[in-house]
Every structure is written in structure tokens, then in C-alpha cells.
């Protein structure tokens, strides 16, 4: 979520339904055992927040070290039990590749003769000025953003409607300070680039595609140009390192619908990478890039090394099984060993930003970290931004701008920063090689009955709640008005 779009805004998000639990059914797997199944079921009261059940979900893991205390980095995968706090009491691994049912695993030798696709799934931004308000519009119509109970469902869209108009003057003062526009459909557009290029290196030409989640080229405009190149196999790669259900699960969530509804992409063969932080490739390209900015301190030793990452809502971590929180302790731990393997032992710690409303995000928070290093003498910090590849406003301006005058007016001395991983050309290859090793999983995404989401097919009653939530978003929008003329006509 765009730090812009931070505000008070989310009170209502709720996660505690029972009918959102995740039920992870899964078996571990490395590294002899290849295949690990997971699952997001239904219950009687709807569809929990990620839904794949109409799905059987392989995660295909490819590493030959399993044991993640020992600091190994030897596979294409590192594949690794993760125990740490698992809610449901299972344990379940996170690298992998969701496969669809089909006709069966077919064999790589025959790609040469088929039209291959890789789609990579990123968030989008407004690009220019005029973008911000609609964009924000589509971010809180997302039901994976603000989850409204059933009964007010039909509100998501004036509610949406109703807080983009007023977070806009503000989100567009963010954006206007990194440049008037997010860059992270250009940076998306050369990684997609580089990332071809890479894989015909390989041996293997492809067409890749950009699907935005919320903002152009939308995951519909993507899926359309697929269906017209006539892609005989897929490979679905989000850029985002972790899984959670707010960001890959909501953009496979959207692909699922589409797919659904349509016999050709239904019959598709689909793999979907659905989360890589443990891979070899990233680990090190993080270690690379930590290792260069220590070396532009002073006394790169005394250095502490501060992870911020992207922060998602407790309930969706303790309520509803996003395996988010223990992926991003799991990648900040294998970092670390690969730094100590190098000899960089320097102090570490981890928190959240880009917190949104009241409600409680996962902690420590990120602002709050800073002011607490600055009150125990910290004076060398460098930020990393652990949870994204591409720069944008979480970056350029949230960390860039606005921790790092936080931290100097804490008292800390030398500010550096990380930057994201962008066309490392080692991060880049190993995105390559993770699509490589997808590619013979693949198999069809079958048309299912069993939707995720409820279909009103009743127009008249669809029209008069639109219009009956339109007056209420209305009356909503114009309330702090009204209100502020009364206090005026008191005094």
C-alpha cells in the first residue's frame, strides 16, 4: 500500500470472522520430499480472505539444504521448516509455486515449441498528480485493503469513493515531492525488460507482462494482451519477496476471477511463484547491497543495520493466517547469516512502517524504532527496505524523507539507505532461474463452481443499494463541512 494513503481512515477492517481463518493444511517437504500442499478453505458464513480451495496448491521447492539454522545457502531454493509462530499449529514452508489441476506436470523439453508468459504482479502508483485520487479509490475498494462485514459490503465503493477524496490533497503533497508521480511502472517496465533479456540468455525466449494492482496496466489489461498473443504457458511472478494476503494474495485473487470466467485462460497452464524471500539469489543480492552502503560509513562496524518493512494489520496475521510476519523474520535471519558468513556481524533489528489508522499493526513500528536507537546512542543507522524491490513513495519519501529527519532529530549522527534491488543484474537472474524451475509445474486452472465471492445478479437490488450507499458517502463527504459551519455559527 502507497504510503500516501496513510491515514485514519481504516477503522473498520475486520478480520476477526471465523470465516477468514486460514486453514493450512500442509506437509514439509525439503528437501526430500518435493511437494508441500497448502490451502485456503471455505466456511459456512463465506470465503476466507485468500481463496484458493477451488485450487490444489503446490509449493515446489527446489533446495538441496533444508535446515534453516545453519546458515545455508546451497540450493536454488532455500526451503526451510518455519515453526516460529504458526497459529494454526502447523508447520508450513513459504517458497514455492502454486500449480493448478490439470493434466499433469509436463516436461520443460517441450517449451521450445510452446509460447511461454511470464506475468509479474506488482501494486502500481499514480503517475501523475490528476492519478492520486482515482488511484486511492482503487486501493480502498479492495476488499484485501478495507474488509467490511457482509451486511456492508455494498458501501466499499462510496466508502472508497469517500476517503480517496479526502486523503488526495494530502497523498498528492507526498508524490509531489518524489517528482509528481510514482516511478513504479517505469522501474516494473525495466525490470520486465531485464528480465526477458535474461531468460533468452538462458535459452528460453519469452513475452513477460506488467499487471498492476491497482493503477495501469491494471491485471486485466495484462491478461488481455496474454489471451491475444495466444501464451500457451504462464508463469505468475509477484515482486513482492513475502506472501501476504493484502498484496500477492489479492492480486491472485483478482487472476483467479478472471480465469474463472473464461475458457480459454481457464484451460491455461498457470504457475504461480508465490513467494521467494528464502531464494539464494535474493538473499545474497540483499547481502551485496548491505555490504557496499556499510562501507560508505566511517566505522562500518558500529553500524546498525535497520530492516523496515511494509506492516500489515495484527488481525491478519493472528485471524486470518497470513504467513507474512514469520516470512519476514525467516528473510531477515537468512540475510544476517549470509552477512556473518562474510564476516559482517554488525547489530540488527527489524520493524514495521506504513502503518494505516487505529487500528494495530504489526510492531515495533518503524518511527518508533528510530526514536528509541536515537535515546540509546545509537549514531550510525542504515535503513534497508526489505519488503520491496522497486523504488517508490514507501522509499523516496516515506523512508528517504521523512524517517530520515525523524532519526537526525533523534540524535542519530550518519543516516544511509539501502537502495531496492531494482535490475541487479544477480537479483535479475535469479528471478530468471526461479521462472525456469516453475515453468514444468504448470498445468490448467479448471473452471470451478465453487466462487470466492458471492455474484448479485439482481439489478434492481444492486442499483438501489449503489444508490442508497451513493447518498451515504454524500452525506459522509460533506458532514466535516457542515460541521465546521456549525461551530462557526456557535462562536
Not at 508521480?181 to 513477460?208: C, F, H, W, Y
Not at 520491496?388 to 533523534?410: G, K, P, Q
Not at 543484474?425 to 514444468?440: G, H, K, Q, R, Y
Amino acid at each position: 500500500m502507497e504510503a500516501a494513503a496513510r491515514s485514519g481512515v481504516l477503522r473498520h477492517i475486520n478480520l476477526s470472522d471465523s470465516s477468514l481463518r486460514s486453514n493450512h493444511k500442509t506437509s514439509m517437504s525439503c528437501p526430500r520430499t518435493r511437494h508441500v500442499l497448502l490451502a485456503y478453505g471455505h466456511s459456512s458464513k463465506g470465503p476466507r480472505v485468500l481463496d484458493i480451495s477451488p485450487l490444489r496448491a503446490s509449493l515446489i521447492s527446489s533446495s538441496e539444504s533444508s535446515d534453516k539454522r545453519n546458515g545455508s545457502l546451497g540450493g536454488s531454493h532455500i526451503c526451510g521448516p518455519i515453526q516460529k509462530r504458526n497459529l494454526n499449529g502447523q508447520a508450513f514452508c513459504s517458497v514455492g509455486v502454486y500449480t493448478y489441476p490439470g493434466s499433469g506436470i509436463e516436461s520443460l523439453s517441450h517449451t521450445a515449441e510452446e509460447k511461454i508468459g511470464v506475468l509479474l504482479l506488482n501494486l502500481g502508483g499514480p503517475e501523475t498528480l490528476h492519478d492520486v485520487q482515482p488511484f486511492l479509490f482503487n486501493l480502498f475498494a479492495d476488499p484485501d485493503i478495507i474488509r467490511l462485514p457482509r451486511l456492508f459490503r455494498f458501501l466499499q465503493r462510496p466508502l472508497a469513493q469517500l476517503i480517496s477524496v479526502l486523503r488526495a490533497p494530502k497523498s498528492k503533497e507526498g508524490y509531489a515531492s518524489i517528482g509528481g508521480g510514482s516511478p513504479l511502472r517505469k522501474i516494473t517496465d525495466e525490470q520486465a525488460t531485464a528480465l526477458k533479456m535474461a531468460l533468452e540468455a538462458k535459452e528460453m525466449p519469452v513475452n513477460v507482462y506488467v499487471a498492476m494492482r491497482y493503477w495501469h496496466p491494471f491485471t486485466e489489461e495484462a491478461v488481455q494482451q496474454i489471451k491475444r498473443d495466444r501464451i500457451t504457458k504462464l508463469v505468475v511472478l509477484p515482486l513482492y519477496p513475502q506472501f501476504s494476503i493484502s498484496t500477492t494474495g489479492s492480486s491472485i485473487r483478482v487472476l483467479q476471477s478472471i480465469f474463472r470466467e473464461d475458457a480459454y485462460l481457464s484451460r491455461l497452464p498457470v504457475s504461480i511463484i508465490q513467494s521467494w524471500y528464502q531464494r539464494e539469489g535474493y538473499i545474497k543480492s540483499m547481502a551485496d547491497l548491505i555490504e557496499k552502503e556499510l562501507q560508505s560509513f566511517s566505522k562500518p562496524e558500529e553500524v546498525m543495520v535497520f530492516f523496515s518493512a511494509h506492516g500489515v494489520p495484527v488481525s491478519y496475521v493472528e485471524e486470518a493466517g497470513d504467513p507474512y510476519r514469520d516470512q519476514m523474520e525467516e528473510c531477515i535471519y537468512l540475510i544476517m547469516q549470509e552477512l556473518k558468513a562474510r564476516g559482517i556481524a554488525n547489530h540488527h533489528t527489524l520493524a514495521y512502517q506504513s502503518r494505516v489508522g487505529p487500528v494495530q499493526w504489526l510492531k515495533p513500528y518503524t518511527d518508533e524504532v528510530i526514536v528509541e536507537l536515537g535515546q540509546k546512542g545509537v549514531k550510525s543507522l542504515l535503513a534497508v527496505p526489505v519488503s520491496f524491490v522497486s523504488e517508490h513513495i514507501e522509499t523516496l519519501e516515506e523512508i528517504d524523507m521523512e524517517y530520515r529527519h525523524l532519526a537526525l532529530e533523534s540524535g542519530i549522527e550518519n543516516w544511509g539507505r539501502v537502495p531496492a534491488l531494482g535490475c541487479t543484474s544477480s537479483f535479475i537472474t535469479d528471478m530468471a532461474d526461479a521462472v525456469i524451475e516453475a515453468l514444468p509445474s504448470a498445468t490448467s486452472m479448471s473452471t470451478s463452481s465453487n466462487t470466492s465471492e458471492e455474484v448479485d445478479n439482481d439489478l434492481v437490488r444492486y442499483a438501489i443499494k449503489m444508490f442508497f450507499g451513493s447518498i451515504l458517502a454524500f452525506v459522509l463527504l460533506l458532514l466535516p463541512k457542515m460541521m465546521s459551519a456549525f461551530k462557526n455559527q456557535l462562536y
